[in-house]
């Protein structure tokens, strides 16, 4: 049974530290119940979760043992669900002028961020959320299915999407980020 201690540092030359671990299969449902323990654990009080779409982001609500629209966007306050399911217009007035933060996910094997199934994120809702308050979730797995091509946004508003390019953290385990590239669909 595996337990975390704590944090250390350790020398920037990376010859001196031992490689990570490869290979092994991870399991889809552990890494989902990690991932969604993180969030429901990491959660700020007065804050709005909008939850995305997506598998990855319904094992999040299930977690908070709150209703889940596996299609659409439902958004969270203090642990409470207070809007399903809402248009582009409704969620832009839930988020505007408060502060928010994004749960979403990316298309496996497309990775997909913003454009696809998920027109509800519209522009200004993506602006008026921040691209800082933008909380990525993936399995490795999923992120490995792309062979290293970068995630795409394709939000309709070409400047927007060059906002958004760079690299961006994605959640792939409790409290276990890594950096992926964020570009735009070619």
Do not use: W
């Not at 999040?60 to 299609?71: A, G, S």
């Not at 399995?139 to 070409?158: H, I, S, V, Y």
């Amino acid at each position: 049974r595996a337990k975390r201690f704590g944090e250390m540092r350790i020398p920037a030359e990376l010859r001196y530290i031992q490689s990570v671990k490869n290979g092994g299969k991870e399991s889809e449902e552990l890494v989902l119940d990690d991932l969604a323990a993180y969030i429901a654990s990491s959660m700020d009080d007065d804050v709005r979760y909008v939850m995305g779409s997506g598998s990855t982001v319904a094992a999040v609500m299930k977690e908070l043992d709150l209703p889940n629209t596996l299609l659409g966007v439902d958004v969270v306050e203090n642990g409470q669900l207070i809007a399903s399911d809402v248009t582009a217009t409704e969620l832009l007035a839930l988020v505007q002028d408060y502060p928010s933060k994004l749960v979403i996910t990316l298309i496996g094997g497309q990775g997909h961020v913003f454009g696809r199934g998920n027109q509800q994120l519209s522009p200004a809702v993506i602006r008026a959320v921040g691209r800082a308050n933008i909380c990525l979730v993936a399995t490795k797995t999923k992120l490995q299915q792309l062979e290293g091509r970068p995630l795409l946004a394709d939000t309709g508003d070409a400047s927007l999407d060059q906002q958004l390019q760079g690299l961006i953290p994605v959640l792939v385990g409790y409290n276990d980020y890594v950096m992926y590239r964020l570009g735009l669909e070619e």
